[in-house]
C-alpha cells in the first residue's frame, strides 16, 4: 500500500458499512475506487463518501456498452438500460449492472467528480 493511502475492509452489504470511515471526526478522502458489480452497495457507498471524498472512481466494463459487434468502440458509444435491481441475478445482467452501479456513482459525485474506466474482456 502506498504512504497515505488506506485499504478500509467492510461488509459492503451491511447499512453501516462505511460508518467507520465517514463519520463525523474522520478524514476525508482524495478518492474512492469501487469494482463492486452489485449496484445496491454502490448506492449506498456514493451516498456514504458523497460529501468525505473529492474523486469517485468507478472501474466499470467494456459489457457495459450495448453492442460488441464491432470492434473499437468509442466511449461515447450507447449502453445497456440500466439493471433495476440491487443485484444481478444470473451473469448475462453482470453489463446492465455495471451501468447502474456507474449511473449510481454520475448521480451522487457528478461527472466533475467520477472517473468511470471501462477496462476488460466481455462476457458472452
Same mark, same amino acid.
Not at 458499512?17 to 469501487?34: L, Q, R
Not at 453482470?94 to 466481455?122: H, M, N, S, W
Given at each position: 500500500?502506498?504512504? %497515505?493511502?488506506?485499504?478500509?475492509?467492510?461488509?459492503?452489504?451491511? %447499512?453501516?458499512?462505511?460508518?467507520?470511515?465517514? #463519520?463525523?471526526?474522520?478524514?476525508?478522502?482524495?478518492?474512492? !475506487?469501487?469494482?463492486? #458489480? $452489485?449496484?445496491?452497495?454502490?448506492?449506498?457507498?456514493?451516498?456514504?463518501?458523497?460529501?468525505?471524498?473529492?474523486?469517485?472512481?468507478?472501474? #466499470?466494463?467494456?459489457?457495459?456498452?450495448?453492442?460488441?459487434?464491432?470492434?473499437?468502440?468509442?466511449? #461515447?458509444?450507447?449502453?445497456?438500460?440500466?439493471?433495476?435491481?440491487?443485484? !444481478?441475478?444470473?451473469?448475462?445482467?453482470?453489463?446492465?449492472? $455495471?451501468?447502474?452501479?456507474?449511473?449510481?456513482?454520475?448521480?451522487?459525485?457528478?461527472?466533475?467528480?467520477?472517473? !468511470? !474506466?471501462?477496462?476488460?474482456?466481455?462476457?458472452?
Amino acid at each position: 500500500m502506498p504512504d %497515505g493511502a488506506a485499504s478500509v475492509r467492510a461488509d459492503r452489504d451491511s %447499512g453501516e458499512a462505511f460508518a467507520g470511515v465517514t #463519520s463525523p471526526g474522520t478524514p476525508s478522502w482524495d478518492a474512492v !475506487i469501487d469494482v463492486s #458489480s $452489485k449496484p445496491g452497495q454502490v448506492r449506498r457507498a456514493a451516498e456514504a463518501f458523497a460529501d468525505r471524498a473529492r474523486q469517485y472512481v468507478y472501474i #466499470s466494463s467494456c459489457n457495459a456498452y450495448a453492442s460488441h459487434s464491432e470492434a473499437g468502440i468509442e466511449e #461515447s458509444a450507447p449502453l445497456n438500460e440500466a439493471l433495476d435491481a440491487d443485484e !444481478i441475478g444470473s451473469a448475462s445482467e453482470y453489463g446492465v449492472a $455495471k451501468v447502474a452501479c456507474e449511473l449510481a456513482v454520475l448521480q451522487r459525485f457528478g461527472p466533475d467528480r467520477t472517473t !468511470i !474506466i471501462r477496462p476488460g474482456l466481455q462476457l458472452r
